[in-house]
């Protein structure tokens, strides 16, 4: 499939017709804007006629599906793009980095968490929600800037995390108050709550220890991803609790791991911005992509339930043979240095004309470089990060020189790759 752009920048129709692009390429009414996915923009004077295209994303916290159908039952287009999960523990790393720096470096200061305008301002996201979000936002943009969408259709996710904690809020009889009067309705906080449910009494001795001194325990520790829930915590006299510690008794509690509502939590806050963003876009949900799925007797999977969703339920052919896949990476490098004191220079810039994450291609094959050498040597990886390994090939060949790779495209802050069906 190539995608076309008409010579006022306006998105075409896709055609398939590979003999005529050809000529068109050759003869200079055309030139090559992008190679994956494959796109030209005329360079003369044409016809804007289109046809109806109707985009469908599969919104997700950790990776989204996006398909285009055409009014003539074809899918013209698909992608899955991998979303950002790493912001977080960068921005943990990088803060430890800068108080080491601090404490080695400059006199003492405490640390001040309310200069930064970014911080208190209003209507704030995280940096992780923020990414997740643009991801979504930017696919969608580029879909529309090769393809002449008329109707953007986007299945959401809305959880209540309440009824995710206690189901027992799905029976009618309980849900008018249930929502209202919650396991800690009447007490403070969760501790007070779990003392009056053990009737202030040790769970282990029973009172034997005469220890008037009470305390919650954590059955499973924090450490372990034991739960703040009243379902991991148990009350102990003083006596009982620093036995335990010391391992010098064993009681038999079941305690409860953490939960994992906050993907949940992203998706609600994921459903409400997109919306927002598009206010013409069509809203659809999971139960109704799951039922027409079935309908229609396919497999299950991010672009498969896109390309469900953009046809409403209808029966689809693949007039492309090719998805898309994309993942989310860094703008830049940040690090500069490395080494204990950081005294050693991390260079970032072009080694012989590259650049981490610029697609290449090596005897024949397409990679990412993962890590390059001032040697002239380099570390190619896959679209998923991993490390191919070349000990396989014949000598000279069995660490990629960086002479012997042909740059494809620059790095972007979206890694891009083809896998045919």
């Not at 999960?85 to 943990?92: E, F, R, S, Y």
């Not at 919650?216 to 620093?242: M, Q, W």
């Not at 609600?268 to 911005?273: C, E, F, V």
């Amino acid at each position: 499939m190539v995608y076309v752009i008409g010579q006022n920048g306006q998105p075409l129709m896709p055609t398939n017709r590979h003999g005529k692009v050809k000529h068109l390429l050759k003869s200079g009414r055309a030139k090559v804007v992008r190679r994956c996915p494959f796109t030209i923009k005329l360079l003369y004077d044409s016809t804007t006629y289109t046809q109806s295209l109707t985009l469908g994303q599969d919104t997700g916290s950790g990776t989204n599906g996006n398909a285009v159908y055409s009014e003539n039952g074809s899918i013209v287009y698909m992608s899955k793009v991998t979303v950002r999960n790493d912001i977080k523990d960068k921005m943990t790393q990088r803060a430890k980095y800068r108080r080491a720096r601090r404490n080695r470096k400059t006199r003492y200061r405490k640390p001040r968490f309310l200069n930064r305008k970014n911080s208190i301002r209003g209507d704030r996201f995280s940096p992780t929600m923020v990414s997740k979000i643009q991801s979504h936002t930017r696919e969608i943009e580029f879909i529309k800037s090769i393809l002449p969408i008329t109707t953007t259709v986007i299945e959401t996710g809305q959880f209540d995390t309440h009824l995710i904690k206690n189901p027992a809020l799905a029976n009618e009889k309980v849900r008018h108050w249930g929502y209202q009067k919650g396991t800690n309705y009447g007490f403070e906080n969760t501790k007070a709550m779990v003392l009056n449910r053990d009737g202030y009494k040790c769970q282990c001795c029973k009172g034997k220890h005469k220890d008037s001194k009470l305390e919650v325990h954590h059955i499973i520790f924090r450490s372990r991803g034991g739960s703040d829930e009243a379902d991991n915590l148990v009350t102990l006299c003083h006596t009982c609790h620093k036995a335990l510690h010391e391992g010098k008794i064993k009681p038999d509690f079941k305690g409860k791991h953490k939960g994992q509502l906050k993907y949940a939590t992203q998706m609600n806050s994921i459903r409400k911005q997109l919306l927002r963003i598009y206010p013409d876009a069509i809203e659809t949900f999971g139960m109704v992509t799951k039922a027409n799925r079935l309908n229609l007797g396919i497999e299950k999977d991010h672009h498969i339930d896109a390309c469900v969703i953009a046809s409403g339920g209808k029966l689809f052919t693949f007039a492309t043979g090719s998805i898309f896949v994309k993942r989310n990476i860094a703008k830049g490098d940040r690090q500069k240095t490395k080494g204990v004191r950081s005294e050693q220079s991390v260079t970032v810039g072009k080694i012989q004309g590259f650049r981490k994450f610029d697609k290449v291609k090596y005897f024949g094959k397409e990679y990412f470089i993962k890590g390059r050498m001032s040697t002239g040597y380099a570390i190619l990886m896959d679209i998923e990060g991993n490390k191919i390994d070349f000990s396989y090939m014949p000598e000279g060949a069995k660490t990629p020189k960086l002479s012997n790779c042909t740059k494809i495209s620059a790095r972007n802050s979206v890694l891009t790759d083809m896998i045919v069906i």
